[in-house]
């Protein structure tokens, strides 16, 4: 019976994430293209309180939710045209930017700067996916790609790891202190 309660609650908590990401997915500031979006905030706080594998798992369901019509990627859209539009190679690329990151915190969360690491790998990890998909998709050079879908985000991008870097870990030293956080 325990057993099957820590189940629960695992997946209850992960549904819990996968709605924050859902809450906060949509919020963006359209500049171009590419909108500057809260998911990768979303995501970083998913992988801080629940690992790297939940923390994903998360996100792909927060994904499965926008793929089939729920509007819940940047600026309220949804469905499979938007994988497979100019931004679906980011939507793509945060699962692996959640692997990357997710690793990076789980194995050295004790230090701040390996984290903050870790998450810029996973982010430069992310561009590159998206960069490679949104030059296929519009038509344009890889550098003219970078130009409008990378550069402009490199500051929020920053910005947006450094809160996680810092809010993160309170996050999960609270979930441990209560008996919340299982890896």
Known sequence: IMKKKSNIHQMAIIGVMAAVICILGPLSIPIGV??????NLAIYFALYTLGM?????SYIIYMLIGFVGIP??????????????????????FIF??????????????KWYLCFAGMVLGTAVCYV????????QAHITINAAFAVGVIPF?????????????????????LIKVNLFQA
Do not use: C, E, H
């Open 34 to 39: 590419v909108p500057i979006s809260f998911t």
């Open 53 to 57: 594998k939940k923390g994903t798992i």
């Open 72 to 93: 819940v990627f940047s600026g309220f859209t949804g469905g499979p045209s938007k994988l497979l539009g100019p931004t679906g190679g980011y939507i793509i690329g």
């Open 97 to 110: 930017m959640a692997l990357i990151a997710g690793f990076f915190i789980d194995t050295f969360f004790d």
């Open 129 to 136: 996916f998206g960069t490679i998909w949104l030059s296929y």
């Open 154 to 174: 490199i500051p929020g991008d920053l910005v947006k790891i450094l809160i996680a870097t810092f809010i993160g870990p309170q996050i999960r030293r609270r």
